[in-house]
């Protein structure tokens, strides 16, 4: 595998504006909003530091901390740091650490780019996602950047011909925060392009899911079934309570627990339809990467459970699908700024996680999601500019 070099000066600009961002961020929420990055979820991470320290399971006592075990690495170096510096140190490192992840996504867009695009439009994809408003204030609030580097070094790797390593870097996502594991078939299907499904499966697949599947058993032995405790919510902040409050307002009658069930068909049937589609086709990068953000975006949106930070999962991909036109450009910042806007900037104003708080609150996630579509849409028409099918 030969990964190519970032100019210099490609490499010192990506990393100027990914920095710039979050100062001008802190900035504005400081001098604008007089408050700071919202620190709810690094408290919680602090505490399950705390009982994981104490020999207690993290989420002993009620903490709302329920990842898998990959997830307390960045938590456990923040931690020690702590020791000698209180919360404050924790939270400073881990935004340095969600910086460095940040700026290993920005470097994976870039590689990717260079596959599909000359080095200037590979350049705009990684500056599009450096210098998001809302990615950057989730990388100070949240850990989600790090399962994405893990997911962008699996789609990097794999692309440059690594495919062992991009198995591992799928599955060490999984065990860090379960939704990478949704990379893995797709990876395992365009691996098989030069031979077959059986073949690949008995090189590689085979002994990696076998050893996952002992680890998870572990897991589950060790109490990790708790996680699954999250798929019984539900939360207003989606399109599936969205459309409920549609079929309400038109006196169509239709039950939460019905309407959760056909938004979970209508995700496993998108997800298995873009597998099939993949199969299918001449498996090109561009292909790879449509099905994979697909996968990934229903994953997000037709679940009745999301946090907004959940959008970071995918951005990456659609930073890199619409890099080349300025009206998809233009689409790209438009849903960071509504983003930003849904959090922090609407949360309690318009909504709660359980409840509209607003009549406006319809109004602004019926847009929100459009918007979203329409991104989706300008994402699926890029075509690739050279073909390229390794």
Request: charged share 10%; proline share 4%; aromatic share 16%.
């Amino acid at each position: 595998m030969h990964l190519p070099a970032i100019s210099p000066r490609h490499r010192n600009y990506l990393i100027t504006a990914s920095v710039s961002t979050k100062l001008f961020l802190l900035g504005l929420l400081v001098f604008a909003f007089h408050t700071l990055p919202d620190s709810f979820d690094y408290q919680n991470y602090y505490v399950a530091m705390q009982n994981i320290v104490q020999g207690l399971a993290p989420w002993a006592n009620g903490t709302s901390v329920m990842f898998p075990p990959l997830a307390y690495i960045p938590m456990g170096i923040a931690y020690i740091i702590s020791l000698f510096s209180g919360f404050t140190g924790f939270v400073l490192t881990m935004w340095v650490m969600e910086e460095i992840c940040d700026l290993v996504i920005i470097f994976c867009i870039y590689k990717i780019g260079v596959k599909l695009y000359s080095q200037r439009t590979a350049f705009i994809a990684a500056l599009l996602y450096a210098t998001s408003i809302s990615m950057a204030y989730y990388s100070m609030s949240k850990f989600d950047a790090f399962p994405t580097a893990l997911m962008m070094i699996a789609l990097t790797v794999t692309i440059y011909g690594d495919k062992t390593k991009g198995y591992l870097a799928s599955i060490a996502g999984f065990f860090v925060k379960l939704w990478p594991v949704v990379l893995f078939p797709f990876l395992w299907i365009y691996n098989s392009r030069n031979s077959s499904l059986l073949t690949e499966g008995k090189k590689r697949v085979g002994l990696i899911i076998g050893v996952s599947f002992i680890i998870v058993i572990g897991m589950l032995v060790l109490g990790y079934n708790l996680l699954v405790g999250y798929a019984s919510l539900v939360f207003c902040n989606t399109i599936q309570y969205t459309f409920l409050q549609y079929c309400q307002i038109a006196a169509i009658p239709i039950s939460q627990s019905i309407l959760e069930k056909v938004f979970w068909g209508l995700m496993v049937c998108v997800i298995l339809a873009v597998m099939y589609t993949l199969y299918k086709s001449p498996k090109t990068i561009t292909i790879l990467l449509k099905c994979v953000l697909i996968s990934i975006m229903a994953l997000v949106f037709l679940m009745q459970y999301r946090s907004p930070q959940y959008i970071v999962w995918f951005m990456p991909i659609l930073a890199i699908l619409v890099a080349d036109r300025i009206e998809s450009i233009l689409v790209f910042i438009v849903v960071q700024i509504l983003a930003f806007i849904e959090f922090p900037l609407a949360f309690y104003s318009l909504y709660t996680n359980t409840q509209y708080t607003s009549p406006w609150a319809l109004i602004f996630f019926t847009i929100y999601f459009a918007a979203f579509g329409l991104l989706l849409w300008q994402a699926l028409k890029f075509n690739g500019k050279k073909g390229v099918k390794a």
